[in-house]
C-alpha cells in the first residue's frame, strides 16, 4: 500500500474508495491496499462533500489502519 495519510471509509461496508469520481455512483470500493490517498483530513471531507452528503453519513475520513 502506498504511503497515505488519509482515506474514506464506508462504515457500513467496511470497505475503502479505491477509484475517486465526484459522483458517489462512479466510486469505486475495494479493500485498503488499493485505496485512493488524500494528502489531508479538509480533502477527505471536501471528496465527500462533493457527494452531497452531509457528517451524518455513512463516509468517514481516517488514517489507514497499520498493515
Not at 495519510?5 to 470500493?29: M, P, R, S
Not at 488524500?38 to 452531509?54: E, M, S
Request: charged letters at 10%; hydrophobic letters at 35%; glycine letters at 8%.
Amino acid at each position: 500500500m502506498p504511503q497515505c495519510n488519509f482515506v474514506i471509509k464506508d462504515n457500513t461496508t467496511g470497505l475503502y474508495c479505491t477509484q475517486y469520481a465526484t459522483t458517489l455512483e462512479h466510486c469505486l470500493w475495494g479493500n485498503l491496499p488499493t485505496t485512493v490517498c488524500f494528502a489531508d483530513q479538509a480533502q477527505v471531507d471536501a471528496a465527500i462533500a462533493a457527494w452531497g452528503l452531509g457528517e451524518q453519513s455513512r463516509f468517514i475520513g481516517q488514517n489507514p489502519p497499520p498493515r
